[in-house]
């Protein structure tokens, strides 16, 4: 009998598949290739270098947090275990993510496991934050959701508000009490609520690191920034003409729904989500698809450029486990 974990792969090996078939349906998939063999190279090439920038953003937020905790990291040491995680996610997504790679090499440089895991949470979730918040702003500004969402701008605020409560209630939540809670609840219940407790002693450990928090948050929206420089400099390559407002809402939509673990590498979901999404704003199917393509290629690059880093680490996976 196939393990839930060979049944989860082949699901998401068919949904991959089926999006694929249905989203390139009736397209000229050789004017998609067409079109991104004529892209422009510098302006390609200026779209990559900008992922470098990336790592030396993140290496920074990284090194923030962990000396918050009163430890300390090289730069050089934070980008090349970023660059790791990036082969691991890209390549083998079924065994080990990485996120797992990046707690380990926290841990190796001397914090505790707790530490360790802490630092990585706490990072990914303020890169989140801020591309939440760069979407919920880009909604007020943007006229074509404007004109289809009847006040817009309201709800925005109140998601806005609603975003910076939560993060508040994170810091102050008692992690006994939601403890104590779990012990009485059903095992899926208690399940739960003990990861909850674990997530919240996970961001409390900065509850006195404010400066070092609010410093973090401030390299997440220069990372996520950078981000959407980058798409638009990939759409710019390919002749597609979006206005630079509608990146900052589109790329971080695009970015949660490929969040979901629905897929292998969000393939399918990629393709889906950029034709839906930029359909919106007068970009054709085959130029979506192109742009979709060119950015899961630079995504496989960087795995591959990552993978290079670890073979030269000279570690095996088992101990990443």
Known sequence: MPSKKAVLLFVKIFLAAALILWITHGVDLTRVLALIAQASVPLLVLAFSLFFVGYLITAFRWRTLIRA???????????????????????????????????????RLGNTRTGAV??????RFLGVTALLAFALIALTVDPVTADRIPGVSIWASLAIGGLAMTCWAILVIPVDRVERLAAGQ????????????????????????????????????????????????????????????AMFLVIPIAVFVMMVPVSINAIGVRETVFVFL????????????????????????????GGILFALRKESIASLR
């Open 69 to 107: 905790q009163g430890g300390d990291a090289p730069i050089g040491y934070l980008v090349q275990s970023f660059m790791v995680a990036l082969f691991f996610n890209n390549f083998l997504p079924s065994t080990i993510g990485g996120d797992v790679v990046r707690m380990y090499d926290a841990w």
């Open 118 to 123: 802490a630092v990585v949470i706490v990072d």
């Open 186 to 245: 059903s095992s899926i219940a208690q399940t739960g609520l003990q990861l909850i407790a674990k997530l919240l002693a996970s961001f409390q450990l900065y509850r006195q690191a404010r400066r070092a928090i609010g410093k973090a948050f401030g390299l997440s929206v220069l990372l996520q920034l950078n981000v959407v420089i980058h798409f638009a400099l990939v759409a710019k390559a390919l002749g597609m003409h979006v206005p630079i407002e």
């Open 278 to 305: 930029l359909a919106a704003y007068g970009v054709s199917d085959v130029e979506a698809l192109a742009f979709a393509w060119t950015v899961y290629g630079f995504s496989l690059a960087q795995g591959i450029l």
